[in-house]
T-cell receptor
Framework: GIQVEQSPPDLILQEGANSTLRCNFS?????LQWFHQNPWGQLINLFY???GTKQNGRLSATTVATERYSLLYISSSQTTDSGVYFC?????????FGKGTTLSVSS | EAQVTQNPRYLITVTGKKLTVTCSQN?????MSWYRQDPGLGLRQIYY???????DKGDVPEGYKVSRKEKRNFPLILESPSPNQTSLYFC??????????????FGPGTRLTVL
């Protein structure tokens, strides 16, 4: 089946630092999304980005569908950015999620 | 506000006691689905529905039932819960089941513990 690989698995940052999270896909990119799972377990939609680049405040994302990868950029990180970041790609009727990147931002 | 709601958010129950987790969306979405999230296994699809009265199994359907009598609601039923169904459950919806420009929206999650 389709594989979604995320890197790095864990990331520890000081407040104010920048970071890049990566997602690689074994199959074509369909309806790609990035999510943030906060410490309370909620899945927050960050980006719907099957191709191109989008920005939302300190976060931006780029998907290069022809090369089957997507990047999530977090600039000037804050403690509230902590949590797990997931990318997901649609395969059939389901979203296939990566294992996530756990981000810890300390003050 | 466009959203997916789930109830209850937290539930502790005992083995064998039937329960229902409700899911409702106010975006007139055709497609709805249920996922469970477990440590080390990630999110896995339980059941999905492509429209009213149309449901089908996902990857891990054993021990669960669903129904889709109205477009906005998609309840998840555990007829005889067991401890291995202890998990974090998410309901999701999207405009259609596939195709282009089809973002999925997730509910806040239901944390279920079966003793």
């Amino acid at each position: 089946g389709i594989q979604v690989e995320q890197s790095p698995p864990d990331l520890i940052l000081q407040e104010g630092a920048n970071s890049t999270l990566r997602c690689n896909f074994s199959d074509s990119v369909n309806n790609l999304q990035w999510f943030h799972q906060n410490p309370w377990g909620q899945l927050i939609n960050l980006f719907y980005i099957p191709s191109g680049t989008k920005q939302n405040g300190r976060l931006s994302a780029t998907t290069v569908a022809t090369e089957r990868y997507s990047l999530l950029y977090i600039s000037s990180s804050q403690t509230t950015d902590s949590g797990v970041y997931f990318c997901a790609n649609q395969a059939g009727t389901a979203l296939i999620f990566g294992k996530g990147t756990t981000l810890s931002v300390s003050s | 506000e466009a959203q997916v709601t789930q109830n209850p958010r937290y539930l502790i129950t005992v083995t064998g006691k039937k329960l229902t987790v409700t899911c409702s969306q106010n975006m007139n979405h055709e497609y709805m689905s249920w996922y469970r999230q477990d440590p080390g296994l990630g999110l896995r699809q339980i059941y999905y529905s492509m429209n009213v009265e149309v449901t089908d199994k996902g990857d891990v359907p054993e021990g669960y039932k669903v129904s889709r009598k109205e477009k906005r609601n998609f309840p998840l039923i555990l007829e005889s819960p067991s401890p291995n169904q202890t998990s974090l459950y998410f309901c999701a919806s999207s405009k259609t089941s596939g195709g282009f420009r089809n973002e999925q929206f997730f509910g806040p999650g239901t944390r279920l513990t079966v003793l």
